[in-house]
């Protein structure tokens, strides 16, 4: 299916309208074969999604660019609740920059601008919503801390739930940090190189320089694409986290956004330990 059979009224990702089930459809074959022989994933805890809820997935980034435990969880998602059921994913803007492409074809299958607007507008339309609010940092963070929930001190998902009322469902996973190896983030010295007047590639700002092992580089630096490992992912979906307060007041008071934040990562990273634990 060619992009130029899409005519495209709005900029890329600011639009609900573009999610298109055919094109997910078109994925499913591809996604089965990396799931079940692949990544050979084992999953639990699909029981605590609520089926006449919408609500705001909450997850911990792994494995670089590939991300391949969040694919590998839409394809969960996919299978049980169908292509049609919509969930929208918030996407990083510099994806438009770096590979128009590449992120029109995320569009397709559900992403959306990471932009407070599109992520209400996404809830209020019915439909869930789901965020890695680690971002770059998050996906790229040295091996040493792949067993650590992190969200790089961002707390916008939390004012998101308690404004819009929906409760935060977390998603963790375990062994898509092994797909490729972090060895350290370089990004402060090439941050100082920069200003002392070296160019960032592409004229991006890449907010990480990574030092990786992995395919198909071998060693790489800076945030390249790449192939994962074929390493077993186990994910699993976590019960739903409620707040006792909600509403425009909850969502601004300080105090209460950092309660609110640390019950998130504190309960996140209790699961994960958990589930290192069992595999």
């Not at 435990?69 to 994806?95: A, C, N, Q, S, T």
């Not at 490992?229 to 300080?254: K, M, N, W």
Request: charged share 15%; hydrophobic share 45%; aromatic share 12%.
């Amino acid at each position: 299916m060619s992009l130029k059979e899409y005519n495209l009224s709005t900029k890329p990702g600011w639009s609900l309208q573009e999610r298109d089930p055919r094109v997910i459809q078109s994925f499913m074959p591809a996604w089965d074969w990396l799931y079940h022989h692949y990544f050979r994933v084992q999953t639990s805890g699909w029981e605590n999604i609520p089926s006449d809820k919408k609500v705001l997935f909450v997850g911990s980034h792994n494995g670089g660019f590939a991300a391949p435990d969040m694919f590998m969880m839409m394809y969960d998602w996919f299978i049980r609740f169908g292509v049609e059921r919509p969930v929208y994913g918030l996407m990083h803007p510099k994806v438009w920059q770096i590979n128009a492409s590449l992120a029109q074809l995320a569009v397709f299958c559900g992403a959306i601008q990471a932009h407070p607007k599109m992520a209400i507008a996404a809830l209020r339309s019915g439909a869930s919503v789901l965020v890695y609010p680690g971002g770059l940092q998050d996906v790229f963070r040295p091996h040493k801390l792949r067993h650590k929930i992190y969200f790089a001190g961002r707390r916008g998902f939390i004012k998101l739930a308690l404004r819009e009322n929906v409760a935060i469902v977390p998603v963790i996973s375990n062994g898509a940090h092994d797909t490729l190896i972090v060895v350290a983030d370089a990004y402060k010295m090439m941050q100082q190189l920069h200003s002392w007047g070296m160019p960032w590639l592409l004229g991006i700002d890449p907010e990480v320089f990574p030092i990786y092992l992995g395919l198909p580089w071998g060693l790489a630096f800076g945030p390249l694409p790449n192939i994962p490992l074929p390493i077993p992912i186990h994910t699993r979906v976590c019960p739903p986290i409620v707040f006792e307060q909600y509403g425009d007041e909850a969502a601004s008071d300080r105090a209460y956004v950092n309660t609110c934040y640390e019950i998130v990562h504190s309960q996140m990273q209790q699961e994960l330990d958990s589930l290192v634990r069992t595999v």
